[in-house]
């Protein structure tokens, strides 16, 4: 079985695979049954749902404290 990760709103995040502006910092900005994220370089949004979110998900680079 797969480890749950640890995150949580406003943490930033490290994605598996790159977005088109070559950076892998997101920050998430709604939690529910989907998840938002914002691109730390160009401020776009994409929503995934949170099944997805967990499979792409690379790591917990900062947490909000």
Do not use: S
């Amino acid at each position: 079985m797969m480890q749950l990760k640890e995150y949580q709103l406003h943490d930033q995040v490290e994605m598996k695979k790159p977005h088109a502006c070559q950076t892998n910092a997101w920050e998430i900005v709604r939690m529910g049954m989907d998840i938002k994220i914002k691109c730390l370089n160009c401020g776009q949004i994409v929503m995934m749902p949170r099944r997805e979110f967990n499979r792409k998900l690379k790591r917990v680079t900062k947490q909000n404290t």
